[in-house]
């Protein structure tokens, strides 16, 4: 099942759709919340054992809240509430009092091993104020203690549409959140913990709520990248030239050929300065090298061999490597792959770029500084609109934009996808010349720019995922290179209901202690 990335407008506008369609909204709060409560069970088994303190808001996340409470307390398990405020929507209401019947209503009393934030949903904005900002102090200090935190749709504090925190935020372990992925999860990684999405009853809105980008996912990987048949040889797997390898900066065309391998390509060729060659050769023999060319004719030569053109890997920053990128795009119509210091090389001149790209099958892929510095805008401009901003430059320039950042975005201005893998391991050089590689691969194989991109990112992120196998220090970008091999997906796998969508959590957090605090 295909997910959709939803603002915090978007969800409400997600629910009110299903609710105008018959589904009652107090059957998705009971969805919801059941749902948290058997993940919660299934995930925090042990800690489940010690109690579970609940921390429930006035709203319907408090509703949510009291959902799970009842039914933890159905299932056996020591529930205490703490109420920030009394319910005041209908529903929540509703399910305080249904909840009522099984509960104790004692207190939480600190000895708790997991403690579910069901303060602030996805529709709050602003810093937490008052009984909110207590609650979020008691329960980040619990955690602080050694028990796991379960946010209910949104970690409480962060912002749903930006991730931004005005104030205290909770940290959590995990995030159950319900019926789309939520952008603010998506870029506050280190709030959200392990992020679980879970149906509730909105599928079949959802599906046709084109408003919203779809997140990337094994699924749509595997019928994106074209099978590479019994019958494959090296012509069929395409040709690759990889422009760039400037004076100093040979390894970015080398680590570039290298994903391109670990990605089924069938032959690359590095167009590199000519004192660079001997070290390509060296450090690369699977990849032929030719120096960059003289002349128009020497150009021609080198392009005619090539079914797609990767151009700015360590291509450097010289004049005349600025002149040479434009030259090869002028010259060469086919599919291509602007990165790096192609790109840097149109500065201001993003226009200039666009009649260059425009007609052919072609991806570029700019970091936030790289973007902001193609596009003329602020870099923290691009990285709070990078949900739009990606889309708006695909049109402006007619080509498909990977933009690269925590999530990445690839539109190609008519659909945008989001893709939430891999890890701060990728946050290190070479990371982008080994992704180049991917998605020049890809787009050879299958000329469709957007799904090539899309493909690539969640390839190359998954990569890093197992590469470091939760460990961020001592994994380098050659590991990331060596586990591509096994970052492929072969089979499609579905999700187990109502579980549509999962993601790790990811990066390190501080250190914690065991020790229980004092009641």
């Not at 909110?132 to 980040?140: E, F, K, V």
């Not at 084109?210 to 094994?218: D, G, Q, S, T």
């Not at 590479?228 to 760039?244: E, N, P």
């Not at 999530?407 to 990371?431: F, H, K, Q, R």
Request: aromatic letters at 4%; one cysteine or more; glycine letters at 10%.
């Amino acid at each position: 099942m295909r997910v959709r990335v939803v603002s915090a407008l978007q969800a409400a506008e997600l629910d009110r759709r299903t609710i105008a369609s018959g589904v009652p909204s107090r059957v998705l709060m009971q969805s919801a919340g059941r749902a948290a409560a058997a993940l919660l069970i299934e995930r925090f088994p042990l800690e489940t054992s010690r109690g579970v303190a609940i921390y429930a808001g006035a709203g319907n996340n408090g509703g949510d809240a009291w959902v799970v409470a009842a039914e933890l307390a159905r299932r056996g398990i020591r529930v205490r509430v703490a109420e920030s405020a009394a319910a005041k929507t209908p529903d929540a209401m509703a399910e305080r009092e249904a909840a009522s019947a099984v509960l104790q209503h004692d207190v939480p009393d600190g000895t708790e091993g997991v403690i579910v934030d069901g303060l602030l949903g996805t529709g709050a904005v602003g810093a937490p104020r008052g009984a909110i900002a207590d609650a979020i102090t008691l329960i980040n200090s619990a955690a602080a203690h050694g028990a796991r935190v379960v946010a209910l749709d949104i970690p409480s504090g962060v912002d749903a549409t930006t991730g931004t925190c005005a104030g205290s935020c909770v940290h959590a372990d995990l995030t159950v959140t319900f019926g789309a992925m939520k952008r603010g999860l998506l870029v506050n990684r280190d709030a959200a913990g392990a992020i679980v999405v879970v149906e509730i009853g909105i599928a079949d809105v959802a599906a046709t709520f084109n408003e919203a980008p779809y997140l990337v996912n094994e699924s749509s990987v595997l019928r994106s990248v074209p099978p590479i048949t019994a019958s494959a040889h090296k012509g069929t797997r395409k040709r690759l030239l990889i422009v760039g390898g400037s004076i100093g900066f040979a390894g970015s065309t080398v680590l570039a050929a290298r994903g391109a391998m670990r990605s089924g390509i069938g032959m690359v060729k590095l167009c590199v300065e000519s004192a660079s060659i001997a070290a390509v050769q060296t450090l690369e023999p699977a990849a032929m090298a030719v120096g960059w060319p003289e002349t128009d004719a020497e150009l021609q030569e080198i392009l005619a061999w090539a079914n797609v053109v990767l151009v700015g890997p360590g291509l450097g920053l010289a004049q005349s490597s600025r002149l040479f990128a434009r030259r090869l795009l002028t010259s060469w119509r086919g599919p291509v792959v602007v990165d790096a210091d192609a790109l840097t090389a149109f500065t201001g001149a993003a226009s200039e770029l666009g009649a260059l790209l425009s007609g052919r099958p072609a991806v570029i892929t700019p970091h936030a500084v790289e973007f902001s510095r193609l596009a003329g805008v602020d870099t923290a401009e691009v990285n709070a609109r990078r949900f739009e901003i990606a889309g708006e430059l695909a049109r402006a320039i007619h080509a498909t934009v990977l933009l690269k950042g925590v999530p990445t975005i690839v539109s190609d201005g008519s659909v945008t996808d989001v893709s939430a893998a891999g890890t701060p391991v990728l946050a290190t050089g070479g990371s982008g010349d080994v992704l180049g590689g991917i998605v020049a691969t890809l787009l050879a194989q299958s000329n469709d720019p957007r799904l090539s991109a899309g493909a690539a990112a969640w390839v190359h992120g998954r990569a890093a995922e197992l590469a470091g196998a939760g460990r961020i220090r001592g994994v380098t970008v050659h590991d990331v290179i060596a586990a591509l091999a096994s970052a492929w997906p072969q089979i499609d796998v579905a999700g187990v209901p109502p579980v549509i969508a999962e993601l790790a959590a990811v990066g390190e957090r501080e250190a914690q202690t065991s020790a229980l605090p004092t009641p």
